[in-house]
């Protein structure tokens, strides 16, 4: 087990330890969930960065890595839909879009390939995880009895509607397209897989 795919395993423990918390009413459980999914998606890039650096990219860790990342997002999606933060269907979307994906790889590794991610994929997690901080943050605010002063821009920042939304509706149209685009892609580069 080299260290990125250590860092990736790891990332599955915060996983967990961020349902765990987030699920918790209280104030300090927000502030817990919020830290531990920040970790864990600093980690997504360290993990990828080290592996080339350090020359350690190994099929498992072309496998983990996106199904790490996966389990993450998806988890933080269902939170937020729940919370009545982001649309169902978009949820419905990005998961159907994962399996479609992690299916795609499964198929490609009975026929002895990988089907690693590519920047595409990449720049979908990237807006998904910018969405998704953005709105754990509202959510932490709105656990408080008071939103202290030097944090109400921070607080408006991440609003998730209304005339002062930005942040939050940009970034998850962009991730949904990107979700969309990048699902064709996988599903187009392998249909000789399919044909098989």
């Known amino acids: 087990m080299n260290l990125p795919n250590a860092i990736t395993l790891s990332r599955l423990v915060l996983t967990a330890a961020f349902v765990l918390f987030v699920a918790l009413e209280a104030t300090w459980g927000h502030i817990t969930a919020l830290i531990l999914f920040m970790i864990a998606a600093i980690s997504d890039f360290v993990d990828g960065w080290l592996a080339r650096k350090m020359n350690l990219v190994t099929p498992l860790g072309k496998l983990l890595d996106p199904l790490a990342d996966k389990i993450l997002v998806c988890a933080a999606f269902v939170f937020l839909t729940a919370e009545g933060v982001c649309p169902v269907w978009i949820t419905a979307l990005i998961i159907g879009r ?99």
């Open 98 to 196: 994962e399996f479609l994906v992690t299916g795609l790889r499964q198929i490609a590794i009975e026929a002895g390939q990988v089907l690693a991610a590519d920047n595409l994929g990449k720049w979908k997690t990237t807006f998904q995880l910018i969405y998704l901080i953005a709105g754990l943050i509202w959510l932490t605010f709105e656990t408080m009895a008071k939103v202290p002063a030097s944090l109400k821009f921070l607080h408006t920042l991440t609003t998730p509607w209304g005339e002062n939304a930005w942040l939050m509706p940009i970034t998850l149209g962009i991730a949904v397209a990107l979700t969309v685009i990048s699902g064709w892609n996988y599903l187009w580069s392998s249909r000789y897989l399919l044909k098989g």
